[in-house]
């Protein structure tokens, strides 16, 4: 997995929402790059300097809030907000 720069573009949370936002639509890539680094057992240390280029022992809470925000999204997408694409 190559690393990340650092993105300003996102979020340390993601912004919620009960449907598909323009947010989801920009950060699709990451959350399926969350996804697949949990299927291989990432920590969340890894995944947050590799897919958000945070530096996970200078920034912890930031580290450990930005991924579980973006992994409890990237779930959401694929077990309820995939459903509003096929809706359309």
Same mark, same amino acid.
């Given at each position: 997995m190559s690393h990340a720069e650092p993105n300003p573009e996102i979020a340390d949370e +993601?912004?919620?929402s009960d449907s598909l936002t323009a947010y989801d639509n920009e950060h699709f890539t990451? #959350?399926?790059r969350l996804l697949d680094a949990s299927a &291989? &057992? =990432?920590?969340?240390e890894e995944m947050a300097q590799v897919v958000f280029g945070? &530096?996970?022992v200078l920034e912890p809470d930031r580290a !450990? /809030?930005? +991924? !579980?925000?973006?992994?409890? /999204? =990237?779930n959401w997408m694929v077990t309820t907000? #995939?459903?509003?694409?096929? =809706? !359309?």
């Open positions: +993601v912004p919620w990451t #959350y399926m &291989d &057992d =990432a920590s969340e945070i &530096d996970p !450990r /809030r930005t +991924v !579980r925000s973006h992994l409890n /999204r =990237a907000g #995939y459903k509003e694409l096929f =809706a !359309r």
